[in-house]
């Protein structure tokens, strides 16, 4: 006999999501077959899109009814936006559908009130934002720390410095006439630029040995003038 269509339907759905071209989709495709589900909606979105730029999240939510069960392998396969994941969670609930996290074991009832399940969903939800919010910083840590270690390497092109100035820097840096501040400021380059500059470029290694030369002859200078004070 064909149900109507306010009649509850019973159906497990499951919807998968990997933001990225690299991940994927098989370990939350394997978790949802064991647990035998009825229609499951997948989609591979760049980063947390809105919903809008989610085809198959707005497929999945049309394609839900009153008395199934919508499984997520975790928290933020639905959204990793601690508002946005607790008002889509709302919502199929107000569809009449049960909803299942997996990983973290939580079921909530669109008709049965749970308070530890629903403590439970907020702290989850709030991980989950914190920890997206951990990994921006953590990404934009580390790619300052990229930027300091290889400067020439991210700052688009390369500083054309002339042999002049170049020659200039490796005087100032090795005789200590100048700071690596005040290189940096005068050429508008970054320190670690300044210290290739004076030891390791291969067109400066006659000018670099003299100047170490006189470097050493200076350092032994200023011990027998300390010795001699003694």
Not at 21 to 50: A, H, I, M, S, W
Not at 111 to 116: L, S, V
Not at 206 to 211: A, H, I, N, S
Request: charged share 35%.
């Amino acid at each position: 006999m064909k149900k109507e269509d306010n009649e509850p339907r019973g159906f497990k759905v499951g919807y998968a999501r990997v933001s990225s071209e690299d991940q994927n989709l098989d370990r939350q495709l394997e978790t949802f077959k064991n647990l035998g589900l009825d229609k499951v909606f997948f989609e591979k979105v760049q980063g947390d899109k809105e919903d809008k730029d989610r085809p198959e999240l707005i497929k999945f939510m049309d394609y839900l009814k009153s008395g199934d069960t919508a499984y997520f392998a975790s928290f933020d396969r639905l959204s990793r936006k601690n508002l946005r994941l607790l008002s889509l969670i709302e919502e199929i609930k107000s569809k009449g559908v049960s909803i299942h996290f997996v990983e973290e074991r939580i079921y909530l009832s669109p008709t049965i009130e749970n308070p530890y399940d629903e403590l439970n969903a907020n702290i989850f939800a709030a991980f989950s934002d914190f920890f997206k919010k951990q990994l921006k910083v953590r990404q934009k840590e580390g790619i300052k720390a990229a930027r300091e270690a290889k400067p020439d390497l991210y700052q688009g092109r390369k500083t054309a410095l002339s042999l002049r100035v170049r020659k200039n820097i490796l005087t100032k840096i090795i005789l200590k006439q100048s700071s690596y501040a005040e290189i940096q400021a005068r050429y508008s380059i970054s320190r670690s630029t300044a210290w290739r500059v004076a030891y390791k470029d291969e067109s400066l290694v006659k000018l670099r040995q003299e100047c170490l030369k006189l470097r050493y002859e200076n350092e032994l200078k200023k011990l027998a003038q300390k010795k001699s004070k003694t």
